[in-house]
């Protein structure tokens, strides 16, 4: 089963920004729901933001809203997340997945998770 491959995390202060990426060589990229899931130490697997395949349609955890945007580029089978205004509780590991059934908030409606990337915001 193909997995996913996600970028971008590294240490950065609060009030800081980072661009995540995940990309993959599925050609059902483009026909995919997407999201982005993050976990902190210690901690269940939790919803960030997700967008629909052809990009018109965005939905977000509420810890994130206004400072976090999703977006895709099918030609590129890619998804991004842009973290803006970055705060220390957005700690922890940012794994992306694909849609595959049940609810768009709960990790165990998505497969084909990367093996993430770190993100450690310092207060």
């Known amino acids: 089963q193909a997995h996913f491959v996600e970028s971008g995390g590294g240490l950065v202060q609060a009030g800081d920004s980072l661009r995540l990426a995940c990309t993959t060589a599925e050609r059902t990229f483009r026909h995919s729901i997407m999201a982005w899931f993050r976990q902190a130490p210690g901690k269940d697997r939790e919803f960030v933001m997700g967008?629909?395949?052809?990009?018109?349609?965005?939905y977000s955890a509420d810890s994130v809203k206004d400072r976090f945007t999703i977006s895709r580029d099918n030609d590129k089978n890619t998804a991004y997340l842009q973290m803006n205004s970055l705060k220390h509780e957005d700690t922890g590991v940012y794994y992306c997945?694909?849609?595959?059934?049940?609810?768009?908030?709960?990790?165990?409606?998505?497969?084909?998770w990367g093996q993430g990337t770190l993100v450690t915001v310092s207060s």
């Open positions: 997945g694909r849609f595959m059934y049940g609810s768009y908030y709960a990790a165990s409606s998505y497969v084909e």
């Open positions: 967008i629909s395949q052809s990009g018109g349609d965005t």
